[in-house]
C-alpha cells in the first residue's frame, strides 16, 4: 500500500552559516529556554515578583539542567558510548541529541534552587510561576528529534507517518519507512499540558509547588503510553521500559504532593519575593527631590528665623542705662560727678 500522505524528515539537521553550523537540535532547545523564561517572567510578576528574577535564576537552572539531561541519559543509555567499539568521547556531543528529561528536572531543580536561595525567595513558587513555560519548552524541544530523525515510533502506514531515511531506521527495520511521529505526539501533548497548568492556576490559585506538581503529574501521563511506541533501545524491568517506570513513580510522587501540600498549605503564597515588595514601598517612603530641597530650604530659614527670635529676647531682657533712668534709678557715673559750681 502507498502512502498518500507522511510527514517528512529533514534532509539534514545543520545549517552552515559560513564557518558557524546551526543545529537543528541545539536551535529548538535554544529558542524553547527563551520561551520559558519569557512565559514564566510574566507569570512571576503577576504573582508579584521583579520582572528579572525569572532569567537571574534561569542563569542557574539551564545550564545544571543540560548537564542532568545528559547526564541520565549516557546513565541509562551507556551501552551506547563505552565498550568495545565505543568512543567516549561521544557522550559529551551534546548537540548529535541525546537529554533525559527526569535528570534535567532534577538537576535543573538543584540549580533553580541555588539560585532562589541567593535571591532569598521560595523555590516551590519559582518552581509554579515556570511550570507551564517548561511544558512549552518541552513542546518545542522536541522537534529537535525530527530534526535528527530520532526516537520515532513502531512501524505504521496512517496518514499522518513519519518517513525515517534508511540511515536513521532499526537494523530489524531497513525496508520499513514510515512511523510513528513519537515526537510529534509528545510535542503536542506538552502543549496540551501547559495550557491546564494555566487553567488549573486561574481556576484553582495553585500555590507552594501545586502548579508544578500538576505540570510533572500530567506529563507523566502521556509519556508513560508514547513510551510504549517507542522502538529505539532501553532498559526493560518486569517488561517495561525503564522510563515507563520512572513515569510511574514520579505520577505517585506528584499527587501525593498535591494532595499533602493542598492540606498542610492551601492557597497561594502571599508573598512571593520580598525584594518585589520592598521595592513598592521604596517610592511611597522616599520623598521627590525637589520636595526634599524645598522642606530643606524653609527648615533652615525657620531656624534663622528662630535664631532672630531668640537675639531679640536677649537685648531686651539685658538692662541698658536708659532704662535705668526711666525706673528713677541714677546712673553710676552721673552719681560719682561733681555738681558744678553756679
Not at 537529554?99 to 534552587?113: D, S
Amino acid at each position: 500500500m502507498e502512502l498518500i500522505a507522511f510527514i517528512p524528515s529533514p534532509s539534514r539537521g545543520v545549517i552552515h552559516f559560513g564557518p558557524i553550523p546551526l543545529r537543528g537540535y541545539a536551535f529548538c532547545i535554544i529558542i524553547g529556554v527563551f520561551v520559558a523564561v519569557w512565559l514564566g517572567g510574566r507569570r512571576w510578576v503577576a504573582r508579584g515578583g521583579l520582572k528579572t528574577t525569572v532569567a537571574d535564576i534561569a542563569v542557574w537552572a539551564v545550564p545544571f539542567g543540560l548537564v542532568g539531561g545528559r547526564l541520565y541519559h549516557v546513565i541509562t543509555s551507556y551501552e551506547l558510548y563505552f565498550g568495545e567499539g565505543k568512543d567516549w568521547i561521544n557522550a559529551f556531543k551534546i548537540w548529535e541529541g541525546g537529554l533525559g528529561i527526569w535528570g534535567a528536572i532534577a538537576l535543573g531543580a538543584l540549580g533553580a534552587w541555588i539560585g532562589c536561595r541567593r535571591r532569598g525567595i521560595s523555590l516551590p513558587a519559582y518552581a509554579d510561576a515556570v511550570a507551564p513555560g517548561i511544558a512549552f519548552a518541552q513542546a518545542i524541544g522536541r522537534w529537535g528529534n525530527w530534526f535528527n530523525q530520532e526516537l520515532y515510533g513502531r512501524a505504521t502506514d496512517l496518514p499522518w507517518a513519519l518517513k525515517i531515511d534508511s540511515a536513521h531506521r532499526p537494523a530489524d527495520s531497513l525496508d520499513v519507512a514510515t512511523y510513528h511521529p513519537t515526537f510529534l505526539y509528545e510535542s503536542l501533548w506538552c502543549v496540551g499540558v501547559a495550557l491546564l497548568v494555566i487553567w488549573a492556576d486561574r481556576r484553582f490559585r495553585l500555590g507552594h509547588g501545586r502548579a508544578f506538581a500538576l505540570y510533572v503529574a500530567a506529563y507523566t501521563v502521556g509519556r508513560f503510553w508514547i513510551e510504549y511506541l517507542r522502538v529505539d533501545d532501553a532498559h526493560h524491568v518486569l517488561g517495561l521500559r525503564l522510563n515507563d517506570w520512572t513515569s510511574i513513580l514520579v505520577f505517585v510522587a506528584a499527587v501525593v504532593y498535591i494532595v499533602v501540600s493542598a492540606r498542610l498549605r492551601p492557597g497561594r503564597e502571599e508573598v512571593v519575593e520580598p525584594a518585589a515588595v520592598a521595592a513598592a514601598e521604596a517610592p511611597a517612603e522616599g520623598t521627590d527631590p525637589e520636595a526634599k530641597a524645598k522642606d530643606a530650604e524653609d527648615a533652615k530659614g525657620e531656624q534663622a528665623t528662630d535664631a532672630d527670635a531668640e537675639k531679640t529676647e536677649a537685648d531686651e531682657a539685658e538692662p541698658g542705662p536708659d532704662r535705668d533712668e526711666e525706673d528713677g534709678a541714677v546712673p553710676v557715673d552721673a552719681e560719682a560727678k561733681p555738681a558744678k559750681n553756679l
